[in-house]
């Protein structure tokens, strides 16, 4: 009785501190981040553009937000004249993830790591969070608990996001990426059933808005992502886009060969969402492939190269010309909420050569022109 006594009081006395600090008022929010704009290529009428947002935790207050966040950077591709033809925005992994904190209580925004926000979310749906951590079978019952309790809002955010900002600048787009469990787009809307494995996802979205029917699954999980996202197999889809077929490969996906092989036909034009951390790794020494090794990449790589030539040297500016696609981009975050920092510098790849967007502290989209 004594220890059960102690346990209500310890509860009061966390759930009164967690009632003060969820209705404290929010910090101003951080001004935007400067846009810097680059093209590259002879203008025509279709473009791959990577859009490169850089994002605090109030961008994910709700949809709306994000929303709102995300239409700056499409504005800027729309007044350099980019959105006049054919065109494909093309966002970075896990753009869409962070909406597992939309419209929460105050305190997750004002949380200083992705453990605190994480820890903030769970507390403010504790019962439906705890029914789902236990139900989930992964490794990280708790990152996979928290996204099956959200995966419904999430995926109803997502598509409202996406599909307006498609529908209002008549582009299509390459949503980045979001973990949901067990995914699939039932009669044009994107849905999910909780009990299923969760995997990391991009939707594509044409420019009147609609969801293609097709999702592009993750078939290699970083370390970081395999404790409660599930492998995929490797079996892409190809879109049909007014700027030619489209293949979408997830971030480390791209440094695969049987993930080239595996897409569903023969791309024009091949898009990579991409998310890099920590901030300071683009520079840094390459440790190797956190995958499994591909027989045709050479270890001794390893050590040699910085994060940013292994990229060149093992990931879409080598590999493209694997395909039939005579241009592809890899479009990175620039700055992640929270305490995640993100690193990267946009690479466009051609069949014979590559070139790197700008090196910049803010947001950036980069404008790559397909030739004729």
Not at 76 to 93: K, N, R, T, Y
Not at 248 to 262: F, K, N, Q
Not at 325 to 341: E, I, K, M, N, S
Request: hydrophobic residues 45%.
């Amino acid at each position: 009785m004594a220890a059960a006594r102690s346990i209500l009081i310890a509860l009061a006395f966390v759930t009164g501190l967690w009632g003060v600090w969820r209705l404290a008022p929010l910090h101003p929010s951080p001004a935007p981040a400067a846009i810097t704009l680059e093209q590259q290529g002879a203008p025509s009428g279709r473009a791959l553009i990577a859009i490169e947002p850089s994002l605090s935790a109030h961008d994910y207050r709700s949809a709306q937000a994000l929303e709102a966040a995300l239409s700056a950077y499409l504005d800027s591709a729309h007044d350099a004249g980019a959105l006049e033809g054919a065109a494909i925005a093309v966002f970075p992994e896990h753009a869409g993830t962070w909406l597992a904190a939309a419209n929460a209580q105050s305190g997750v925004y004002r949380a200083q790591t992705l453990d605190g926000a994480m820890a903030a979310l769970a507390l403010s749906r504790p019962v439906g969070t705890l029914t789902s951590v236990i139900a989930s079978p992964e490794p990280e019952r708790a990152a996979a608990g928290l996204f099956r309790a959200r995966g419904p809002a999430m995926a109803r955010d997502y598509q409202a996001v996406f599909s307006a900002l498609a529908r209002r600048y008549g582009v299509t787009i390459v949503a980045g990426s979001i973990v949901l469990p067990d995914p699939r787009v039932e009669n044009g809307q994107l849905s999910v059933n909780r009990a299923g494995p969760l995997y990391n996802v991009t939707a594509v979205f044409a420019p009147d808005g609609s969801l293609h029917r097709e999702l592009v699954r993750k078939v290699y999980p970083i370390p970081s992502e395999a404790g409660f996202t599930a492998s995929a197999p490797p079996a892409l889809p190809i879109f049909d886009t007014p700027a030619g077929a489209l293949g979408v490969l997830i971030c480390a996906d791209s440094w695969h060969p049987d993930v080239y092989a595996g897409l569903a036909g023969a791309p024009d034009l091949i898009a990579v969402p991409a998310f890099l951390q920590p901030t300071g790794v683009w520079d840094a020494p390459w440790g190797g492939y956190v995958t499994p090794w591909p027989d045709d990449a050479p270890r001794r790589d390893a050590g040699r190269l910085t994060e940013a030539e292994a990229w060149i040297a093992h990931s879409l500016p080598r590999r493209l010309a694997d395909t039939s696609a005579q241009l592809g981009v890899t479009a990175f975050a620039r700055g992640a909420p929270w305490d995640l920092g993100a690193d990267g510098q946009t690479l466009i790849a051609t069949p014979h050569s590559h070139q790197l967007g700008p090196r910049t502290p803010g947001g950036a989209v980069v404008v790559a022109w397909v030739g004729e």
